[in-house]
């Protein structure tokens, strides 16, 4: 099993910045990827950055150039520097640990960009 403990969200202006972080705890295999996700209201959840143990990362479209992932290994740690907030990036950011044990996620964190 693994846990996943989330902080950073919060209220933000539009333009600003925030820097949410997640930190797995549990049976960790060293291979694995970590990543967020977030659920708009009324959308569905949708990939916004990812992370593999290698390094190597993915992004969705909409947050290129704005948002960038990171890890420190260790600590089994992720973070996500949100920058240039949008109001439509307003979601619950949920984190997501993956290797051959399975998919876990954590609780979700609030973002919330006013105009």
């Known amino acids: 099993q693994v846990q996943l403990v989330e902080s950073g969200g919060g209220l933000v202006q539009a333009g600003g910045s925030r820097r949410p972080s997640c930190a797995a705890s549990?049976?960790?295999?060293?291979?694995?990827?970590m990543g967020w996700y977030r659920r708009a209201p009324g959308k569905q959840r949708e990939l916004v950055a990812r992370i593999f143990s290698g390094g190597s990362t993915n992004y969705a479209n909409s947050v290129k150039d704005r948002f960038t992932i990171s890890r420190d290994n260790a600590k089994n740690t992720v973070y996500l520097q949100m920058d240039s907030l949008k109001p439509e990036d307003t979601a619950v950011y949920y984190c997501?640990?993956?290797?051959?044990?399975?998919?876990?996620w954590g609780q979700g964190t609030q973002v919330t960009v006013s105009s």
């Open positions: 549990g049976s960790i295999f060293s291979i694995n990827a």
């Open positions: 997501n640990y993956d290797d051959w044990q399975g998919d876990y």
